[in-house]
């Protein structure tokens, strides 16, 4: 709600005033109609909308366009920042912490990085906007490679929300809600405003477990619980998408009684439901909004501005401008102090600071309420009293002294495969290699993890090891990297594993 979408036309407005082009890169798809109607709404030119939603005859048409189009806007998810544009003028990378913005496979690139590298060789202005940086992008700034523009107010009338912990140990809870949170949703509906309750889960349930010998539905091709669904009626794996029907009784003590443990926004819309019977609930997850238009249709049903409870997982987090909604609650905020991810914290604080900015986007003062077992820990403490900045600085002096990107540099070569000694055989080959390598070109900064299990070792039916590089030099990963993977792909053990070379990788699972 600081106005970076008015800072960008107004860029927009001069590059194009030039006879130039500009490329906006988003996040996801969803956020993509939104953007465009706000510059259809300032602009009287040509704007093409690029992402993996379009059919490939009109991702065709698209990039032969905006090829040989004079001037115009491009609007697109990650692969847009490779579209050949006639007399490109300004990049624009929206929501720049994302982790959408990162190929995971096949092709492994940022596109963050990319479109900074791009704008480079072009010799044009590159803008990185986000409520939340990245660690990597602050940490450029302290080493003056970008320069910082802070946006320090909201725009119009609008103020931050104030944000408030709800403590709900030893606290009863209602299907996930506590009652001060109860409270405060009847009060702001009562008042005619909307409420969104944020919860990165979808599903009914994470597990289901018999009460009678402790059996959990696990799913067979992967080290993960299979999650209940009401709407279809199955169990259902988030990792590889195996589907299973729901057992009647327990497939081994055979004891018919199979409880649901834990919440994910079908169960809380269905007690939502039950606790305000004539409130609208609009669930927004990846469930709800598999067809075309159904993003779209939920979006501009919210901003009526008819009072309802939207009930939503990070689809909710960034970017959307919902002037009604002047409380957001949030289930569950403490994942991130128990993940194997260094990078956990910094994604936690992200994510509360983006979904709290949702509230009290216009006129309407918002409110924020996370519920959390941990309200005495520092971090979150800092988090919601000194703000994101003083989060992300006191992250940095950590990683520093723990040696850890951004102040060092990762590679993560990965292995899978169906045997399960195949991928941690074929790793120990790639380490001889890189040791060798190392020796070779007297790279002595260089330090290697492992072979070491994935932290899911076994996933859709394979299982999975890694080894990590770690360097504080990135040139001295680049001259031992190029000639390791030439010798990789002639490796004979290649053949039989699914291995890839992750630069600066933002996840390990």
């Given at each position: 709600?600081?106005?970076?979408?008015?800072?960008?036309?107004?860029?927009?407005?001069?590059?194009?005033?030039?006879?130039?082009?500009?490329?906006?890169?988003?996040?996801?798809?969803?956020?993509?109609?939104?953007?465009?109607?706000?510059?259809?709404?300032?602009?009287?030119?040509?704007?093409?909308?690029?992402?993996?939603?379009?059919?490939?005859?009109?991702?065709?048409?698209?990039?032969?366009?905006?090829?040989?189009?004079?001037?115009?806007?491009?609007?697109?998810?990650?692969?847009?920042?490779?579209?050949?544009?006639?007399?490109?003028?300004?990049?624009?990378?929206?929501?720049?912490?994302?982790?959408?913005?990162?190929?995971?496979?096949?092709?492994?690139?940022?596109?963050?990085?990319?479109?900074?590298?791009?704008?480079?060789?072009?010799?044009?202005?590159?803008?990185?906007?986000?409520?939340?940086?990245?660690?990597?992008?602050?940490?450029?700034?302290?080493?003056?490679?970008?320069?910082?523009?802070?946006?320090?107010?909201?725009?119009?009338?609008?103020?931050?929300?104030?944000?408030?912990?709800?403590?709900?140990?030893?606290?009863?809870?209602?299907?996930?809600?506590?009652?001060?949170?109860?409270?405060?949703?009847?009060?702001?509906?009562?008042?005619g405003n909307q409420v969104l309750v944020f919860l990165n889960r979808r599903g009914f349930s994470p597990i289901l477990i018999c009460h009678e010998c402790g059996w959990m539905a696990k799913c067979?091709?992967?080290?993960?619980?299979?999650?209940?669904?009401?709407?279809?009626?199955?169990?259902?794996?988030?990792?590889?998408?195996?589907?299973?029907?729901?057992?009647?009784?327990?497939?081994?003590?055979?004891?018919?009684?199979?409880?649901?443990?834990?919440?994910?926004t079908e169960r809380s819309e269905q007690a939502l439901s039950a606790l305000f019977p004539k409130t609208d609930i609009l669930r927004i997850d990846r469930d709800t909004t598999r067809t075309k238009?159904?993003?779209?249709?939920?979006?501009?049903?919210?901003?009526?501005?008819?009072?309802?409870?939207?009930?939503?997982?990070?689809?909710?987090?960034?970017g959307h401008h919902f002037p009604n909604v002047t409380l957001v609650a949030i289930l569950e905020a403490d994942a991130g102090f128990f993940s194997a991810d260094f990078r956990s914290l910094e994604?936690?604080?992200?994510?509360?600071?983006?979904?709290?900015?949702?509230?009290?986007?216009?006129?309407?003062?918002?409110?924020?309420?996370?519920?959390?077992?941990?309200?005495?820990?520092?971090?979150?403490?800092?988090?919601?009293?000194?703000?994101?900045?003083?989060?992300?600085?006191?992250?940095?002096?950590?990683?520093?002294?723990?040696?850890?990107?951004?102040?060092?540099?990762?590679?993560?070569?990965?292995?899978?495969?169906?045997?399960?000694?195949?991928?941690?055989?074929?790793?120990?080959?790639?380490?001889?290699?890189?040791?060798?390598?190392?020796?070779?070109?007297?790279?002595?900064?260089?330090?290697?993890?492992?072979?070491?299990?994935?932290?899911?070792?076994?996933?859709?039916?394979?299982?999975?090891?890694?080894?990590?590089?770690?360097?504080?030099?990135?040139?001295?990963?680049?001259?031992?990297?190029?000639?390791?993977?030439?010798?990789?792909?002639?490796?004979?053990?290649?053949?039989?594993?699914?291995?890839?070379?992750?630069?600066?990788?933002?996840?390990?699972?």
């Open positions: 709600g600081s106005g970076k979408t008015e800072v960008y036309l107004q860029l927009i407005e001069k590059v194009l005033a030039l006879g130039c082009s500009a490329l906006v890169l988003v996040p996801e798809i969803g956020l993509t109609p939104q953007t465009v109607s706000r510059f259809k709404q300032r602009f009287n030119i040509p704007i093409t909308l690029l992402h993996s939603g379009l059919s490939d005859q009109q991702r065709a048409h698209d990039w032969l366009h905006t090829a040989q189009e004079a001037k115009g806007i491009i609007i697109g998810t990650r692969s847009s920042v490779f579209t050949p544009i006639h007399q490109l003028g300004i990049i624009i990378v929206d929501e720049e912490h994302d982790l959408s913005f990162k190929q995971q496979d096949g092709l492994r690139y940022s596109a963050r990085d990319v479109a900074v590298m791009r704008a480079h060789q072009e010799n044009i202005p590159v803008i990185l906007g986000s409520a939340t940086p990245s660690l990597e992008s602050l940490y450029n700034v302290q080493n003056n490679r970008y320069h910082h523009l802070h946006l320090p107010e909201r725009a119009g009338n609008a103020s931050l929300p104030s944000i408030e912990l709800i403590d709900i140990r030893s606290r009863p809870l209602q299907d996930g809600f506590s009652q001060p949170l109860i409270s405060a949703i009847s009060e702001q509906l009562a008042n067979q091709r992967c080290d993960a619980r299979l999650t209940l669904h009401l709407h279809p009626y199955q169990l259902h794996c988030h990792h590889c998408s195996a589907q299973k029907p729901v057992p009647k009784q327990c497939p081994e003590c055979s004891h018919t009684e199979l409880n649901p443990i834990g919440v994910g238009s159904a993003m779209q249709n939920l979006t501009d049903q919210i901003k009526v501005g008819v009072p309802c409870i939207l009930v939503g997982t990070q689809m909710l987090a960034k994604r936690m604080g992200q994510l509360i600071i983006q979904v709290s900015g949702r509230a009290g986007r216009a006129n309407k003062r918002g409110k924020v309420l996370i519920q959390t077992h941990h309200a005495d820990h520092p971090l979150l403490n800092q988090l919601i009293t000194q703000g994101y900045p003083a989060f992300a600085r006191h992250i940095l002096v950590e990683r520093q002294q723990t040696g850890l990107p951004p102040y060092s540099h990762a590679v993560l070569i990965k292995a899978e495969a169906v045997k399960e000694q195949a991928p941690f055989e074929f790793l120990n080959l790639v380490q001889e290699i890189t040791e060798q390598l190392i020796t070779t070109y007297q790279l002595t900064n260089i330090e290697l993890f492992g072979p070491i299990p994935a932290v899911m070792y076994k996933r859709s039916g394979r299982y999975r090891a890694q080894l990590i590089l770690i360097c504080s030099e990135r040139k001295s990963l680049h001259r031992l990297i190029a000639p390791l993977c030439l010798q990789l792909e002639n490796l004979g053990g290649a053949r039989k594993v699914r291995w890839s070379v992750d630069v600066d990788p933002l996840e390990s699972i």
